[in-house]
Nanobody, 114 residues
Framework: QVQLVESGGGLVQPGGSLKLSCQAS????????MAWYRQVPGKERELVAT????????TYADSVKDRFTISRDNAIQLVYLQMNNLKPADTAVYSC???????WGRGTQVTVSS
């Protein structure tokens, strides 16, 4: 069955960096468009970034453009989110998402605070 397991979250100071990873299994990862979402309690889930199956096309929310980078390694079925210059407003649970399966992982907590 489809599984998405995120890791790499934690506590970081404003201006710091984190790199999130999402290990995929149970489907043909190399053919699937993927994304990262984030959610704060009491708010709607927000689409952060997407990446095509071949890494040729990426999109970003305006709030993270020029700070976050999505990438993937199809050989080991991983999708990444490199987050730089983090701000307190980036605090959320970050989850990866598979478009054709409409499926999210459980997420990893990112907290940006001094």
């Amino acid at each position: 069955q489809v599984q998405l397991v995120e890791s790499g979250g934690g506590l970081v100071q404003p201006g710091g960096s984190l790199k999130l990873s999402c290990q995929a299994s149970g489907f043909t990862f190399r053919l699937v468009k993927m994304a990262w979402y984030r959610q704060v309690p009491g708010k709607e889930r927000e689409l952060v970034a997407t990446i095509s199956f071949d890494s040729l096309r990426t999109t970003y929310a305006d709030s993270v453009k020029d700070r976050f980078t999505i990438s993937r390694d199809n050989a080991i079925q991983l999708v990444y989110l490199q987050m730089n210059n983090l701000k307190p407003a980036d605090t959320a649970v970050y989850s990866c998402y598979s478009f054709p399966h409409n499926y999210w992982g459980r997420g990893t907590q990112v907290t940006v605070s001094s």
